[in-house]
């Protein structure tokens, strides 16, 4: 039975990669033949299954691969879109040539460890521009998600790029999500970037709408989503598409390589 499985995974994954070679060299062979080779390299896949593991690797990387060269594309094909929307928050300098969009959630665990690196990074990349697109896809599960969301942008509406950053380093810092995150935190955040709890935002649905609606677009998937580009220029040699936390260490990369258009 165990042999009668790897056969068939394996020949699942052999017709997915190789489909077209495997057809060509399976017209020479009677049926008896093919049953015989197909009874060999199940033997074969018993006694070596770390064979099946690297082809399953192999899959996984190529999937990867194109997955990113598409979402390379769409972001290309969007660049207007996530640079110049003038109602996302945006920090840094006017007349930056390198730009890091970030579509995030709040309640977002994966947003939450990607935030120290982000602002480690910040701090080392002063001359670049960050533009924060509020995707809270979890708003469904917890209210504080698009609460949280709401009261941002009406910080930055208000307030402006540095107490937005502020309120935006705040929430992040209470280590909440998941649901943990409480209308006391939000509050708290909103009060440290010197800001009323009472404060509203404008014409949030419709930009949150218009975020989720250019994620998806791109190709992304869930949250943290980062795009490292220049602001003119963007090639997919200079443009990084990062579908998920990363370390400071791989977002100064992606700068860099962004400074080259």
Not at 111 to 130: F, I, Q, W
Not at 143 to 156: F, I, Q
Not at 168 to 180: P, S
Request: glycine letters at 6%; one cysteine or more; aromatic letters at 6%.
């Amino acid at each position: 039975m165990l042999k009668k499985i790897i056969s068939v995974v394996v020949s699942g994954c052999l017709l997915a990669t190789f489909a077209a070679s495997a057809e060509d060299a399976a017209s020479g062979f009677t049926a008896a033949q093919q049953a015989e080779i197909g009874k060999i390299a199940a033997d074969y896949l018993v006694a070596h299954p770390e064979v099946l593991v690297q082809v399953s690797q192999k899959l996984q990387e190529q999937q990867q691969a194109e997955q990113q060269q598409t979402m390379l594309k769409q972001v290309l094909q969007n660049q207007k879109s996530l640079l110049d929307d003038k109602s996302t928050p945006t920090v840094g300098p006017a007349d930056a040539k390198v730009a890091v969009i970030e579509f995030f959630d709040y309640q977002c665990v994966y947003c939450s460890h990607l935030a120290p690196e982000l602002e480690a990074t910040m701090k080392s990349n002063p001359g670049v521009r960050y533009i924060f697109k509020d995707w809270p896809i979890f708003a469904q599960r917890w209210t504080n998600s698009l609460t949280a969301a709401e009261r941002g942008l009406a910080v930055w509406q208000q307030k402006g790029p540095a107490a937005y950053i502020a309120y935006h380093n705040a929430v992040y810092n209470t280590g909440h999500f998941e649901g943990a995150l409480t209308t006391k935190d939000i509050d708290s955040a909103t009060r440290a970037a010197g800001a009323p709890v009472s404060i509203k935002a404008k014409n949030a649905e419709e930009i949150f709408t218009t975020n989720s609606e250019l994620a998806q677009a791109i190709g992304l998937t869930g949250t943290p989503g980062l795009i490292v580009m220049p602001v003119s220029g963007a090639n997919p040699q200079n443009t990084t598409v990062l579908p998920g936390a990363v370390p400071a260490e791989e977002l100064q990369s992606a700068i860099t390589r962004a400074m080259h258009p």
